[in-house]
DNA sequence: CCACCATCGAAACGTAACGTTTCGTTTCAG
DNA sequence: CTGAAACGAAACGTTACGTTTCGATGGTGG
């Protein structure tokens, strides 16, 4: 049975986090599924028994390192403040060189692996994405930010730091968070839900 | 000496067209140096000897064939027209099957490729960008859209297209382009010029 | 018009990482 | 205690890369 004490548990530990090291060691192109069996002293068969690849492997990592707590948008009732606080951790996960070289990794990988890529959209963009709207859909029954479609505030907020860490290499910062905020929320309603 | 007529010309044609043949055949991933060069009866050496990788082999056939008309502002005197033309011609873009895939192929393999990420960074961020951002300069000096950051506006209209692309697996359209545009438009004027 | 030399196409080669198979051993459950 | 499942280690075939070699081709100076 799955336990979480089991020679299987063990064996993911070591070999996420012996994945993780030499990401941060050599980068995350440098890092081969060869490197990681043998930094983690366990057999090629078994990367591969649980992970179809090196991509589902750091996409695991990813989350169990960098997960729900940077990209899911926190409650504390204050919606503006939460969304900005979303952005500011985003903004350090992207700045950071061993997190970011982690993400464009994950995120430029995905652009080649079909497996991966889908994985990724189910679970950042229809579970993280559906709590985030959510959230913003709570903070509206309060009175915040009334007449925005979540779906597009959302896609409005992060996609300029995505855009930012992928295509152009203008570096991300705070400032440049509150700008995109200060900005969009400054925007008027928009006209239908079409997005 | 270089001309236009010379075998070497002739071979730089065959081979951007073989590159593009293959990648609409097979898709961008499924295409190898070696079968460009078959296709294009040419040597791997003939590759090789002008560009350093696939990567920016296809970055030289994207711009061939889909360059500024895609990727620049226009200029016919109404800044918002243009704009939402702007936006219009990179939904197109990203909504036909090859040359999407292509695209994605290129953004994703320079994720991976330093000489790739440092040429396409050059390229569409300096140059393009550039020339964008004095075309919104242009505008805003007869009058229109005062107040934003031509910088700051080109990223809050363009990021949510190419973060569909790349991210979410949510489909681009005019209407999205649209919403997009009307949104940050009916935005009030950027705090300051941070961005 | 011709002879020369750079450049070409084609083929063969070495290398790196992949993903799989094999085999003897270890671990946990009944 | 016993057996089945999972393990680590090593070896293997495959694929695509990027380079080297070699004979042929084509544009150029005499």
Not at 109 to 125: S, V
Not at 151 to 159: G, H, I, Q
Request: net charge negative.
């Amino acid at each position: 049975m799955e336990s979480t004490t089991g020679r299987t548990a063990r064996s993911r530990a070591k070999i996420l986090q012996a994945a993780l090291d030499l990401c941060a060691e050599r980068g995350y192109n440098a890092v081969t599924m060869e490197a990681i069996a043998t930094r983690a002293q366990v057999g090629k068969p078994t990367l591969y028994r649980w992970w179809s690849s090196k991509g589902t492997l750091f996409l695991d990592a990813l989350t169990e390192r960098f997960g729900d707590p940077y990209f899911q948008i926190g409650d504390t009732g204050d919606l503006v403040a939460d969304l900005r606080n979303w952005l500011y951790g985003i903004t350090e996960l992207f700045l950071d060189p061993v997190s970011s070289d982690l993400v464009v990794g994950v995120a430029g990988t995905a652009q080649h692996d079909p497996e991966l890529a889908a994985i990724l959209h189910r679970q950042i963009h229809l579970t993280l994405s559906g709590r985030n709207q959510e959230r913003i859909r709570a903070g509206q029954r309060n009175g915040q930010l009334i007449g925005f479609d979540p779906l597009l505030l959302e896609d409005l907020l992060v996609a300029p730091l995505w855009y930012r860490l992928l295509i152009t290499d203008r570096p991300v910062s705070r400032a440049y968070a509150d700008t995109v905020l200060n900005t969009v929320l400054g925007a008027a309603a928009s006209p239908s839900g079409d997005a």
